[in-house]
């Protein structure tokens, strides 16, 4: 899958670490012609040290839903995986700053060329993987081919946009692409580019070897997984010796564990209702920000009533965000009117392109001629889907819309039925994967069915252009998109953390794939 | 005697055979191709048919049941869809887990049922027997859900006085095995309590009916006395037909206290392994309960001969 | 049972010990509690469909979280419903789902156990055995393992439970109707030629149909009670229709907020378990007080 959904929906993460690597290595990619130079003098990691403080030999538990099935995201699906693995096990050649911005990894540094297609990266010489192998150009090279060979999730696509990669020196690895991708060095800070080692790659699914700051303790299904620190990590030495990610499937269980000190982190807080027992409580601190966790009521504009621009339009109307966003996800939250989060470059507030308007709603139903079609809102059995389907439901239903209810089994059933077989009419589902208009209303076979060759191309464009031509042309695709009423746009998850008061480092929005525990501190 | 054990095995097995049938033809008319939630929705044809391939999920459905049996009596029930490690041992553990579970809070019950209810049985017609009827009636209308939920916001949240969740194994903490067991144990046991006190009660009325029990007392013997000497034997012979029974429930019952107080017990490992659509680990588990509800049955079968002198004698 | 027993009339007892005396004119305040709880249940699931002080499912962002008013008698919940008017209509898919559970069990276990009663006796061990089989799954898994298969519905789940309850209904219906088929007027229906059939409509069925309507009453408590589970596990009545144990399941986390939303519905259910659990107690009492032990 392109995005992936999991049952929280959330990446929580960011890369608290590396502050200090992320003014140096900002505009990294900003090859408007010259050689640019990436990253600074001195490697992200290697720079400070992590969070500020000595290693300890304190432990750190965290609270999580959703557990990894396995541990092999080249071959397994969704968000949990990465979350807890990427940056902290495995480690790419780049990697996202908390700011968005693209930072050194295991490459120190890198440069452009001038057709925007060549990359060089000048790799660290000190990285060594938990199996005792150096890291080297080599295995960066592996790794890469690896994803186009073996890897079977269709992230992998990201990938395609490489001809080949070239070892020049054990420390120098050139990537050549087939097309300048703006895109492409982005991806590469998502599981996609994280690097294996030749000699690693047998028992992904139980045993996984990177050169991060951590490497995996045990894993106690059903459980826990517990990251202990890895003591040969080439960079500075993470605080917590070990951290314990803890699985709650039931979310007061989770707010309960915290309350009674069984963990110390509730890294995805799943009842923003339950939030106020905690903000009157001097123990703990609640850190709010953004995520790229799109909650988006999809139609499926392939079939059925909803290939109907004016019924798309008139749900649109018939919406009313605030209401929906305070009733379904206690306020917390940020409205949007298309598919990009707040955090993202080309973001632009498109709320006001379809204001809640009843009236406007209820004509436009009727021009459509549908007015009599029950619309078959077909939800996964997700928290924030079931409650905001409730609402979605009873306003679609004031503007006069017939709308019948169903409640899908998450993940199986859901995905076999509307994802699969795109049998539905709408659905409630948060898209969590980074900058994933494209992804999802890029491709028409996707269960979106939103085809549009005005729209891919414009993303094309984007890809293929300068940065600035970038940020414009996918300011024009959101706008198109949400113009088009290709979907609605409930709202974008918030990044709601609840920690013991004295727990430092932890990232206010969740940006990455990763739930980063390298620059986290206790005091 | 023996002709009646022999039989009895011999219906065990037959039903061990039955309900393996029963549980793969169910699972092979659920809905979603393991394949393909194992490979995410827009693996391509092919990766899913090879890894259908590589379970033997294209092998005929005869093939695959011989194969899944074969795997279970040679306690080797080979490795999971999902995440590729060996099944055998995590049902060891989690069937361990959900035995403390349920063997300590149906002990808890029994402890709790069976003077209650000889005392309401006693009682009956007394305002104390009328009281512990009513707080039994009241008892089992409160779902188990909702009383670990009010034992945890008294006890753990409120109080603080024990751990409002969690699991530890008993090797690796003793202390902290107890503590979190206290609760769980309490919201499964008290609600299994309160059910069994009424057949308690019911059965300890009936014997009380008999007449030897009469005689007894016409010797002078107090109620009480009397029915501890003579009585409490047969009435426990609907006692135990009725604690079976609840056993198998429990079982699974156990699920949703597991899912209260985070409890990776056999419950939680089933609905995970349904909701990942990991088969063959769902046909483990529900088969492990199936084998384990129809053995207590076994039991209790053997416990009536060992129990009843009545059905020892009608078994020759 | 020789027939001396079955002839012989009870010694009257002390009172306080054998209990003989059954409260046939006597007021008996289980029959009496549970018949009134029930009524409740269904006098609520009828007024629903009349009246109801608000649209329980109408999602209002302005009345969001109320306490208890005049006009929201039992306050709102976090959509802005009415949570007295969401109990009121909750009473109805309560009473869906043991009608459902109860006939379903109801509809197959009572023949099977009169059928396994009246045929050959080796013939009605073997149905028994198959009985047996059945309740090696019991409600709870069987109810996931429909979800899975169906999707979570009310229908599918209930219809999962009705099945898991049959056993308990066939086992004693055939027990009752070996019960029965030893009587004299049996025997001397059976002397004037009336064949099986009629044999099995005309006496058994009504002489087992207390039995029935004892267990139904308790099957009842257990459908509502397993409801209210399967609610909380996600598998259960899909929302926006009101159910008991979804309101409990979405009350949680406002429970330190809101307490009141988990006590309105935890009551009802309560109360409805309560209350058929007595009915079936107080019905069993009323009908013969010797049926005691046969549950």
Redo the contacts between chains.
């Keep these: 899958m392109r995005h992936h959904i999991k049952k929280t929906a959330l990446v929580v993460a960011a890369a608290a670490s590396l502050v200090l690597a992320s003014c140096s290595a900002g505009s990294s990619t900003s090859g408007g012609g010259d050689e640019s130079p990436g990253g600074g003098a001195t490697g992200g990691a290697t720079g400070g040290t992590a969070g500020g403080q000595e290693a300890s030999n304190a432990s750190l538990s965290i609270g999580l839903v959703a557990e990894p099935a396995n541990l092999d995201f080249t071959k397994t699906d969704g968000a949990a995986i990465p979350q807890v693995l990427l940056y902290n096990v495995y480690e790419g050649l780049v990697q996202l700053d908390q700011k968005g911005d693209i930072a050194p990894g295991l490459a120190t540094s890198w440069t452009v060329s001038k057709d925007r297609k060549t990359y060089t990266f000048n790799l660290t010489k000190d990285a060594k993987f938990t199996n005792g192998k150096p890291f080297t150009a080599a295995d960066a090279k592996f790794s890469i081919d690896r994803v186009k060979k073996d890897w079977t999730i269709s992230l992998k696509s990201a990938m395609d946009v490489v001809d080949h990669a070239k070892v020049v020196s054990p420390t120098k690895l050139q990537v050549v692409l087939s097309h300048p991708s703006n895109d492409w060095l982005y991806r590469m800070t998502t599981r996609v580019g994280a690097m294996f080692s030749r000699t690693g790659v047998d028992h992904l699914a139980t045993k996984p070897i990177g050169t991060g700051p951590y490497k995996l303790g045990k894993w106690t299904r059903g459980d826990s997984i517990s990251l202990l620190r890895n003591n040969s990590y080439w960079g500075d030495k993470p605080y917590y010796k070990t951290v314990t990610f803890k699985y709650f499937k039931d979310p007061t269980a989770l707010n309960n564990a915290l309350l009674t000190g069984t963990i110390n982190v509730i890294g995805t807080v799943q009842t923003p209702e339950s939030l106020g027992q905690f903000e009157n409580n001097n123990k703990y601190q609640v850190i709010e920000g953004t995520t790229n966790g799109e909650v988006v009521l999809s139609f499926n504009n392939g079939s059925g009533p909803m290939k109907n621009k004016k019924m798309r339009q008139a749900v649109r109307y018939a919406i009313d965000h605030k209401a929906l966003l305070d009733t379904c996800w206690a306020g917390r939250g940020t409205l949007i009117g298309s598919m990009v989060p707040p955090t993202d470059p080309w973001y632009e507030d498109l709320t006001g392109l379809y204001p809640h308007d009843v009236a406007m709603a209820k004509t436009l139903l009727k021009e459509s001629g549908e007015a009599n079609e029950t619309l078959r809102l077909r939800i996964p059995t997700l928290p924030y889907a079931v409650s905001c389907g409730t609402v979605v439901k009873s306003q679609l239903e004031q503007a006069g819309f017939k709308v019948k209810l169903d409640q899908l089994e998450f993940p199986a059933a859901w995905l076999s039925t509307v994802f699969t077989n795109a049998d539905y009419d709408m659905s409630i589902i948060a898209h969590v994967e980074p900058r994933d208009m494209g992804a999802v209303f890029g491709d028409p076979k996707y269960y979106t069915r939103y085809t549009n060759p005005a729209f891919s191309n414009l993303l094309k464009q984007a890809d293929e252009g300068t940065e600035q031509e970038q940020v414009t042309d996918m300011k024009k695709a959101a706008k198109m998109l949400s113009q088009d009423a290709a979907a609605d746009w409930l709202f974008v998850l918030p990044n709601i953390i609840v920690a013991d008061k004295g727990i430092t480092g932890l990232p206010k929005n969740a940006i990455s794939e990763s739930f980063d525990v390298t620059g986290l501190a206790g005091s | 005697m023996v002709l009646r054990l022999l039989q009895r095995a011999g ?1 065990l097995l ?2 061990l055979v ?2 393996s049938v ?1 549980v793969f033809a ?1 699972m092979a ?5 393991p394949a ?9 044809d092919a ?1 899913v048919h090879e890894m259908e391939h590589e379970f033997g999920l294209d092998r005929p459905l005869v093939v695959q049941y011989l194969s899944w049996v074969k795997g279970l009596v040679t306690f080797d029930p080979g490795n999971s869809y ?4 060996a099944i055998g041992p ?1 049902l060891a ?2 069937l361990q887990v959900t035995l403390w579970l349920v063997v300590t809070a149906m002990a808890l019950a029994v402890v709790v049922a069976i003077p209650v209810g000889t005392v309401m049985a ?5 305002v104390s027997g009328l009281a512990l009827s009513a707080v039994s ?2 008892g ?7 009383a670990g ?1 009010l034992l ?2 008294v006890f ?2 409120k109080l ?1 006085w024990l ?5 530890t194994p008993p090797a690796q903490d003793p202390v902290m095995f107890v503590k979190q067991l206290v609760l769980p144990v309490l919201s499964l046991g008290l609600v299994q309590a309160a059910v069994l006190t009424r ?1 308690v009660r ?2 300890v ?2 014997v ?2 008999e007449d030897y029990l ?1 005689t007894a ?1 016409a010797k002078g013997l107090r ?1 009480m006395r009397a029915l501890v000497r003579h009585g409490l034997r047969n009435a426990s012979v ?1 006692v135990v037909t ?1 604690l079976g ?1 609840q056993l ?2 429990l ?3 156990a ?2 206290v597991e ?4 409890i ?1 017990g056999l419950g ?5 392994s ?5 088969l063959i680990m ?1 046909q483990d588990v ?1 088969m492990i ?2 084998v384990a ?2 053995v207590v ?1 076994f039991v209790v079968d053997l416990l009536y001969l060992v129990i009843d002198p009545r059905l020892r004698a009608g078994a020759r | 049972m020789s027939a001396q027993d079955a002839l012989a009339v009870q010694p009257p007892g002390p009172d306080d010990l054998v209990g003989s005396a059954p409260a046939r004119r006597r007021v008996n305040p289980s029959l009496l509690v549970g018949g009134f709880l029930v009524c409740l249940i269904v006098g609520m699931a009828l007024v629903s469909f009349v009246w109801t002080p608000h649209d329980p499912t109408l999602v209002n962002a302005s009345t969001r979280l109320q306490k208890p008013s005049g006009d929201y008698w039992f306050g709102t919940d976090k959509f802005g419903r009415d949570v007295f008017s969401q109990i009121l209509v909750g009473s109805r898919t309560t009473l869906f789902v043991g009608f459902v559970a109860v006939g379903v069990a109801a509809a197959i276990g009572v023949p099977l156990g009169i059928v396994a009663g009246m045929v050959p006796r080796w013939l009605g061990e073997l149905v028994m055995r198959g009985n047996d089989l059945l309740l090696a799954f019991p409600a709870l898994l069987l109810a996931i393992m429909f979800a899975a298969v169906y999707g979570a519905s009310t229908l599918v789940a209930m219809i999962a439970i009705g099945i898991a309850t049959i056993p308990s209904f066939a086992r004693l219906i055939r027990s009752g109707t070996l019960q029965v088929l030893g009587t004299e007027y049996v025997l001397a229906a059976r002397a004037a030629g009336r064949g099986p059939f009629a044999i099995g409509v005309r006496h058994v069925l009504p002489n087992v149909s207390s039995l029935v309507t004892v267990q139904a009453s308790v099957s009842f408590a257990i459908a509502v009670l397993a409801e209210a589970a399967l609610s909380f596990l996600g598998f259960g009545t899909p929302p926006p229709t009101p159910s008991w144990g979804r309101m409990l399941q979405e009350s949680q986390e406002m429970l330190w907020s809101a307490p009141r939303l988990a006590v309105f519905p935890g009551v009802a259910i309560a109360v409805a378990v309560l209350g058929f659990n007595l009915l079936g107690d107080g019905l069993r009492d009323r009908f013969d007080p010797k049926l005691e032990d046969r549950r």
């Design positions: 219906i037959g039903s039955v309900s029963i169910f008319v659920l809905p979603g191709n393909r939630v194992a490979l995410g929705v827009n693996a391509s990766a999902v995440s590729g490690t995590q553990d989690r006693v009682r009956h017609r007394k009636q009241v089992m209308a409160i779902p188990a859900f909702l939920i945890i916001a753990a949240v603080g751990p409002a969740n969690g699991w057949y019911s059965a009325l009936d009380l009916r009469r007392r109620p609907p009725v029974l198998a429930t079982l699974i019952g699920v949703v899912r209260v107080f985070v990776p939680s490992l089933l609905l995970d349904v909701s990942q659509r990991d769902v529900v309960l199936v509800v129809l049955n």
